[in-house]
């Protein structure tokens, strides 16, 4: 069991490039999370999903793209990298919806550097 | 909305000591939940402790306690007979009853000297 994955670890990236970060959780989690922290600053939600083939934006979506085609993965997508994109990004993952319910589960983050 | 405020960017204790690390937080809601998140060096985010706002009790974690005012909006996290391992960022986090979303402070770090 080894809970949420994310790849890569790290990751430079020009101005204007594209690139996917990677996650999967082997929990059979319904919902899934991505975080984005920058330095000095708490975790901002950028997207979450609900369940496979659903999707919906957190606090702070705008640059981002993400899918969710099997419970498992969760891809996050940069189309037009930008330097206010550098940042550690969480991928997160829970059984139930609401806080109430369930506990939210973390990745190891990806650090991402756009130059 | 709801608001998380940490107000010690830094915090070092002895080994074996006590410290507490402070948080208010802001909320229109009733039905609201409070959480400690520790990240050590590995960036890994590792829930410490949790407490449900209708509970008056304060959560407790072996080591870790919560000191849970909730007139005065306040969460702190006690941490006692420190260890090294213990070194880390600590955050203080809220989620609404019924929502999916957690509102996350600026972070804490805490330094554990031997």
């Known amino acids: 069991n080894a809970g949420v994955t994310q790849t890569p670890k790290f990751r430079i990236l020009k101005i204007g490039q594209s690139m996917t970060l990677q996650c999967t959780q082997d929990?059979?989690?319904?919902?899934m999370y991505w975080y984005r922290q920058d330095p000095g600053m708490g975790l901002k939600l950028i997207y979450y999903?609900?369940?496979?083939?659903?999707?919906d934006k957190g606090e702070v979506p705008n640059g981002y793209n993400v899918s969710r085609s099997t419970t498992e993965d969760f891809p996050l997508r940069l189309e037009l990298a930008a330097p206010s994109q550098t940042s550690v990004y969480f991928c997160?993952?829970?059984?139930?919806?609401?806080?109430?319910?369930?506990?939210?589960?973390f990745g190891p983050g990806t650090r991402l550097t756009v130059l | 909305a709801q608001t998380v405020t940490q107000s010690q960017p830094e915090m070092s204790v002895q080994e074996a000591e006590t410290v507490t690390l402070s948080c208010t937080y802001d909320?229109?809601?009733?039905?609201?939940?409070l959480f400690w998140y520790k990240q050590p060096p590995s960036r890994q985010m590792i829930l410490v402790i949790r407490?449900?706002?209708?509970?008056?009790q304060n959560a407790t974690e072996n080591r870790f306690s919560v000191n849970f005012q909730k007139a005065a909006k306040s969460f702190s996290l006690k941490i006692s007979d420190s260890q090294l391992g213990d070194a880390a960022m600590y955050f203080c986090?809220?989620?609404?009853?019924?929502?999916?979303?957690?509102?996350f402070g600026k972070g804490t770090k805490l330094t554990v000297n031997p």
């Open positions: 997160a993952s829970s059984r139930n919806r609401d806080v109430q319910a369930d506990t939210q589960y």
């Open positions: 929990m059979n989690h319904n919902y």
């Open positions: 999903s609900v369940g496979a083939g659903i999707t």
């Open positions: 909320t229109s809601e009733s039905d609201y939940y």
């Open positions: 407490q449900e706002a209708y509970k008056q």
């Open positions: 986090a809220s989620g609404q009853g019924g929502s999916e979303k957690l509102v």
